[in-house]
């Protein structure tokens, strides 16, 4: 049964987004944009890909992001020891302020250290691409794992062995209090992709932590009435900018029920044009007046520049599509067992 969606937190690196539960799986990241096919799905079925990353032991788990960004520090307390899991979507190395997400290496980032006593740590990741309907085989290749079949490749390389088994990739290892080992995933478009330039997983989450803490110091003046959270909403709300064109999606997911069991069932990774005033008002208020000049500015170009004879476009895809084609994808089971799943959105 997938987590609730209470249970998830949100990765971005303003191109795309990936969702990480509070026990260590990431069971949702589209790339190379907030629409394209997840590599793992099983937000919306069990069978559909993941990558988790925790104790072998029952844990109990608190987590938070560092200050000023969505870099994720998930606490895990065995029965033996504490372990800590740190996971971010990567940002170019050096980018700073309004270039976050301007370039990404499409890279998922996670670092585990024991903080206290000894844990046994177990990693699972099982790729399945387009949505869980392509089963790729995982061989070792290029210093890690990779994939093989399907649109594209998924390299997983890290500081601790990594063993091809079938359709997925396992490692299990211990560490005591101050050791740590540091993954990156890789994902790369086409079916002979050559493997991408090895990432340190250490630097790059100090980088791109210290890219988010750019971005939050230049949209730090809001001084009004519930400071703290108003601060962190314009936070999510840049994680969900694709940041390319200023597109601000409604939401990181698709087919979330509305009820659950229920099947109003929608893709929202797409910009609403009955959603623009409230954006631009929301990231104004919170001094984040460049970005509300962007988003506007995306919206009149999409939508006014570009007219249809006879009828108002009410939503568009990130580059300012039209064609936004609804299907369903009849193999996944929902969340939690809420079908159908769509893709697309016909609205």
Sequence with gaps: MPEPIRDHALLSDCRSAALVTRRGVVDWWPAPRFDSPSAFSAILDDDA??????????????????????????????????????????????ARGHDIGTSVPHALVRVVEALEGEVAVELECVPRLEYGLAVPSVVEEAGGVASVGGPERIFLRGERPLAADG??????FDLRAGER??????????????????????????????????????????????????????????????QPSGAVVAAATTSLPEVAGGDSNWDYRFAWLRDAAMIARALSASTCSDEAMRYFGWMVRAGVSCRHADRVQIMFGVEGERDLAEHELEHLAGHPGSRPVRIGNAA
């Design 181 to 242: 080992a540091g993954f990156v995933l890789h994902r790369v478009p086409g079916t002979f992709a050559s493997p991408p330039a090895a990432l340190d997983p250490h630097a790059t989450l100090d980088d791109t932590t210290e890219a988010w803490r750019s971005w939050s110091a230049m949209h730090s003046g809001y001084e009004g009435a519930h400071q703290k959270a108003v601060r962190f909403a314009a936070l999510v709300i840049q994680g969900l900018t694709y």
């Design 49 to 94: 890909g993941h990558w988790t990353l925790r104790p072998a032991a029952p844990f109990e788990a608190t987590w938070r992001y560092r200050p000023g960004t969505l870099v994720l520090e998930t606490t895990m307390r065995t029965g033996s020891g504490t372990l800590r899991v740190t996971d971010a979507l990567a940002f170019a190395a050096g």
């Design 167 to 172: 359709s997925r990739a396992r490692a299990t």
